[in-house]
């Protein structure tokens, strides 16, 4: 049975079953069913895994070296939701330690062979970033202009969340980006931008800081993208599209 056709009893237990067989099994070196656990089919029991592993290292100090050789051998597993689910976890840790879980990203997530992994490292990048910026943004910049166009639109759309409450933080690393040619990098700049403005207080500050780019065909289609993004996000953003086309008007041109 799936996850979420489970009562929430009976995912708060399965929960906590998951989390105490990982505790064990990291207690004694045999890791069979958290290996199981992080190749599970379902998305969720995937998730319950890696979080447990983040709750674990923070809570038992004496494991948290086995924790790290463990999720080293892991990323070397055919089983691309093995790997997936250790970058997850890695991510969990990085919330508070990027510097010791740096090399699951810089040496193997971020180049990984599979998609789903590469999508794991976005996510993870975006949640440690969030709340732990400095060291993160610091290796998000390293790879702004790496020869692989993949990596740096990754990158690009790694760093979005910090930007959508601090976008002071990240509008210096996207202007980096203004003059990139590949499509799909300028796309994602574009969409990262729309996505910042429209939160509450942004709107202002990234009105401001792209009066100091000179790419002016780019800054025009971020323009139009930050008024759509107001009418297609209409529910969630802080202005109106009227409000928001009005703000560009006065306070840019």
């Not at 463990?70 to 976890?89: P, V, W, Y």
């Not at 709340?131 to 790496?146: C, E, G, K, M």
């Not at 203004?178 to 939160?199: C, F, M, P």
Request: glycine fraction near 4%; proline fraction near 2%.
């Amino acid at each position: 049975m799936a996850f979420y056709e489970l009562t929430k009893q009976e995912r708060a237990d399965l929960v906590l079953s998951i989390s105490n067989q990982i505790l064990e099994e990291l207690q004694t070196a045999k890791v069979k069913r958290t290996i199981l656990h992080f190749a599970d089919d379902d998305t969720y029991i995937r998730k319950s895994a890696y979080l447990s592993v983040g709750r674990i290292y923070s809570t038992h100090k004496q494991l948290q070296s086995s924790i790290l050789v463990l999720l080293n051998a892991l990323m070397l597993d055919e089983d691309f939701k093995i790997r997936q689910t250790s970058i997850n976890a890695a991510g969990e840790i990085g919330k508070k330690e990027f510097a010791i879980i740096q090399h699951f990203l810089f040496d193997k997530g971020l180049f990984d062979k599979h998609h789903s992994v590469r999508n794991a490292v976005i996510g993870s990048v975006k949640k440690m970033g969030d709340v732990n910026p400095i060291p993160v943004l610091a290796w998000s910049r390293s790879y702004l202009h790496h020869p692989d166009k993949e990596i740096r639109r990754e990158i690009c759309h790694g760093i979005e969340l910090r930007g959508r409450k601090h976008p002071q933080d990240i509008l210096p690393l996207l202007q980096e980006l203004e003059n990139d040619k590949s499509a799909s990098v300028r796309n994602t700049l574009i969409h990262v931008l729309g996505q910042i403005a429209y939160k509450t207080g942004c709107l202002a500050i990234v009105v401001d800081h792209l009066k100091r780019w000179e790419n002016k065909q780019l800054i025009a289609d971020v323009l139009e993208e930050i008024v759509d993004v107001h009418h297609r996000y209409r529910d969630f953003s802080a202005l109106t599209q009227t409000e928001a086309r009005n703000y560009i008007q006065h306070n840019f041109y």
